[in-house]
């Protein structure tokens, strides 16, 4: 079975490289991305044309993007990441990972890269792969129960998160360390060589279908570099590459508090039914109208590069050739894309800074339209300017190159583009693997170094200042996810659970009565409730969940039991009641006669009114019509149906109905609420993990990461004192802060038949585990004679 699993596995991954990377390459994406570029130069000697065709084609994309996903499926809107992260922590959101919210991510995305606006796609790379992933499996759970194992289902999430960042730069490791640490907390050992496995198919397949589009000659890096191997850099330039990473660690935290505030304002206009939110198009219609006037090539965008698209500034951009000397534009020719940068009587460092400082602001912008979006590749483009803009001073202030030994090496400000845009997607991802994925992209090690020590003084500053970009979203998002403990607040560790548990905790006994189930039920909303021993000496046998409850109470106060109470009088006054059949016009009799204690899914039990009914018709005038049931579980017209057990059946020779009145109903019922419960086809969960009043924050936080906690009850020496959920480790750590947002469960729960009936062995004999807790020799104080 594991060599089968294991088998369907890579198979798996194989067909989700296919599917991820034919988006790079599919005829619609190319298409799209080159429909402006055909018309603007069609169009080349009408300047007002050619403002119109710039503007209005992005907009008609981005609206048409915008549209569909909100018609298709909301949830495909956005990044992705920051919900993956919550799936992985074991939030059930069904809706992120279903059909229709992957064919509107694929369409969406297309449409909206085709636009031309500073927008990403490793976010939604990320997403479609773990929409691939969890359809996959959905349809493989229907050949083998292991499928639907949690775990599995998990390390399936996790890999298919790696296969989608490998897939997108062509990056196969560096994706892989890149998705652990942006969306796992957790990563199986187990799993991290099948992840680079199938993401080195992605990223072959990526390449090969490149080759096979005429897009490039061989199976190479994505953005092929030519730095120098002999000298790369100098022993002088390493401040400045430090440098250089302290700066992309404030500008990391700067967009993502920008994001974030614009995030906040829109949320604020959609919390006040604000103007922009009325017409769901306008505002990304608005922000598309607003980038595309200023990246107008003739106008404003010749001072930024604007003809030129990402990969093709990030090409220029790594050029190794220097654009300025002293300052001034130098005369080039033949210099392929960089020639966009070099604008006769314009000082290249006025065109950098101006670039760097319209992107930044310009990309914060546009990842808040409610289309599909990734950040990384933006904020990439915006460190590789800003570092080009360092190296270009350093060439500027060693004009003649670094002196070695008698031999002169001019800088390279390729190098600073490398290690500015690996520095300020590290600072804003919180991540050190985006290094790794330079390496790849690029070809060469030659700045490792450099790259190495930017990148982490960067993420220093970084997550000193801020979260991460995903965290942030996550925030505002209000997801129940666990934040990391911040390094640097001390105080935090020094908190313990007694601190921060709820003592008031719902619980019911062994010796409870169904009265306590329904009294317990109309308190809380709770998944599960404590199970104890008793209330004097509070041991924790275990923990019930709601819907068990719930079925308990539906067997003691369903209509089943009445019907055996009438049959048992009829049987002690020898006479017996015709039978009442199942008409329309005796439908309405037998629902008024129903138990008046409603028991819904979210655990509101209220009684309700009886309304009062017509006399009943004399039993001589009904008709004398014997019903058979069609199966041995069928039981028509009853309220309460037990998914935990069977009914007992009715003896043959017996047939009575339910003409009971409301006065004997309630009078029934308030009989049997006051018997004791019984647990024997009740299943209870044995609680292994309990916390202890001591234990320290960060362990707890430990425990709950790893195993994917939502709560956790504190004992001493074994007795109930409290309970830690997410909310109140949340509040810990992050202060007063309400959480709102999904409900947390275990994965794959939602897939699995919630009317199934439990097997014995999953049932827990409670008088064997009360026996057991009961052997067990509890320390006792010591009296003074002693």
Request: charged share 20%.
């Amino acid at each position: 079975m594991q060599t089968l699993f294991l088998t369907v596995f890579i198979l798996y991954f194989a067909l989700l490289d296919i599917l991820d990377c034919g988006l790079h390459v599919c005829p619609c994406f190319v298409c799209v991305s080159t429909g402006l570029m055909w018309i603007y130069n069609s169009l080349d000697s009408y300047v007002f044309l050619q403002y119109l065709a710039w503007v209005i084609y992005p907009v008609l994309l981005i609206c048409f993007s915008a549209g569909f996903v909100q018609f298709l499926a909301p949830p495909a809107a956005g990044s992705g990441i920051p919900e993956m992260k919550a799936i992985l922590r074991g939030v059930v959101m069904k809706e992120y990972l279903s059909l229709k919210t992957f064919v509107a991510k694929i369409i969406g995305l297309t449409t909206a890269l085709g636009s031309g606006m500073p927008l990403g796609k490793e976010g939604p790379f990320v997403h479609l792969g773990g929409l691939c992933g969890a359809v996959l499996m959905r349809f493989m759970s229907l050949f083998g129960e292991i499928y639907e194992n949690d775990s599995r289902y998990i390390e399936m999430l996790a890999v298919a998160c790696a296969v989608g960042v490998g897939s997108c730069f062509a990056a196969p490791i560096g994706g892989v360390l890149f998705s652990i640490e942006i969306t796992s907390q957790l990563f199986s050992v187990r799993s991290y060589w099948r992840g680079i496995f199938a993401a080195t198919i992605g990223a072959f397949i990526f390449r090969v279908l490149a080759v096979w589009n005429t897009d490039a000659e061989t199976v190479t890096a994505l953005l092929r570099t030519s730095f120098r191997l002999d000298f790369p850099f100098g022993l002088q330039e390493l401040p400045a590459f430090g440098a250089l990473g302290i700066a992309c660690g404030f500008g990391g935290a700067l967009f993502v508090y920008l994001n974030g505030l614009i995030v906040r304002f829109i949320k604020k206009q959609k919390a006040n039914n604000g103007f922009l939110m009325k017409k769901h198009l306008l505002y990304p219609a608005l922000v598309t109208l607003l980038i595309s006037t200023l990246t107008f090539p003739p106008g404003f965008g010749q001072f930024m590069a604007g003809k030129l698209n990402m990969m093709e500034t990030m090409e220029a951009l790594l050029d190794n050739r220097t654009w300025a000397k002293q300052g001034i534009a130098e005369e080039a020719e033949h210099m392929g894309h960089s020639e966009a940068w070099i604008i006769p009587q314009v000082n290249v460092f006025v065109t950098l800074g101006l670039f760097t400082f319209m992107k930044f602001w310009m990309s914060a912008l546009a990842t808040t339209m409610p289309v599909p979006y990734g950040s990384f590749m933006p904020v990439f483009v915006i460190g590789a300017g800003f570092g080009r803009l360092v190296g270009e001073g350093m060439a500027t202030w060693f004009p003649d190159g670094i002196h070695t030994n008698g031999t002169s090496y001019p800088i390279v400000p390729g190098g600073y583009a490398a290690v500015g845009a690996a520095a300020l997607s590290g600072a804003v991802s919180h991540s050190v693997s985006t290094a790794v994925i330079v390496f790849e992209m690029t070809g060469q090690i030659t700045h490792i170094l450099p790259i190495i020590i930017a990148v982490i003084l960067a993420n220093i500053v970084a997550q000193s200042l801020s979260p991460s970009l995903y965290d942030s979203l996550i925030r505002i998002k209000k997801l129940p996810y666990l934040p990391e403990l911040g390094w640097g607040h001390h105080e935090k560790h020094d908190k313990h659970v007694e601190d921060m548990m709820e003592r008031d905790v719902r619980y019911i006994t062994l010796n409870c009565s169904y009265r306590d189930l329904y009294n317990v039920l109309l308190k809380g909303h709770d998944n599960t409730v404590a199970l104890v021993e008793s209330a004097e000496s509070m041991i924790l046998l275990g923990s019930i969940e709601l819907a068990q409850l719930q079925a308990l109470l539906s067997l003691q106060l369903g209509r089943p039991l009445r019907l055996e109470n009438i049959r048992e009088r009829a049987v002690e006054d020898k006479k017996c009641p015709l039978v009442v059949s199942n008409s329309s016009e005796n439908s309405s009799h037998r629902a008024s006669q129903e138990v008046r204690f409603q028991i819904s899914e979210d655990s509101s039990l209220s009684p309700t009114r009886p309304v009062p009914q017509k006399p009943l018709k004399p039993a001589l005038k009904r008709p004398s019509v014997v019903e058979q049931p069609t199966g041995p579980h069928d039981h028509s017209g009853i309220a309460f149906k037990n998914p935990y057990g069977t009914i007992p059946d009715l003896e043959d020779n017996v047939d009575v109905e339910d003409d009971m009145s409301i006065r004997e109903i309630t009078e029934l019922e308030e009989k049997q609420l006051d018997e004791k419960v019984n647990f024997n086809n009740c299943k209870i969960k044995d609680v292994t993990i309990q916390l202890v009043e001591r234990m320290s924050l960060h362990k707890t936080h430990t425990i709950f990461s790893v195993l994917g906690l939502d709560h956790a009850y504190v004992t001493s020496i074994g007795r109930l004192v409290g309970v830690v959920s997410i909310k109140e480790l949340h509040k810990a750590i992050e202060g007063s802060v309400k959480v709102e947002g999904a409900k947390v469960r275990p994965a794959l729960a939602s897939f699995r038949d919630k009317g199934k009936i439990s097997s014995k062995n999953e049932t827990i004999d409670v008088h064997k585990l009360r026996d057991r807790l009961r052997s067990m020799q509890l320390p006792r104080e010591h009296t003074p004679s002693e």
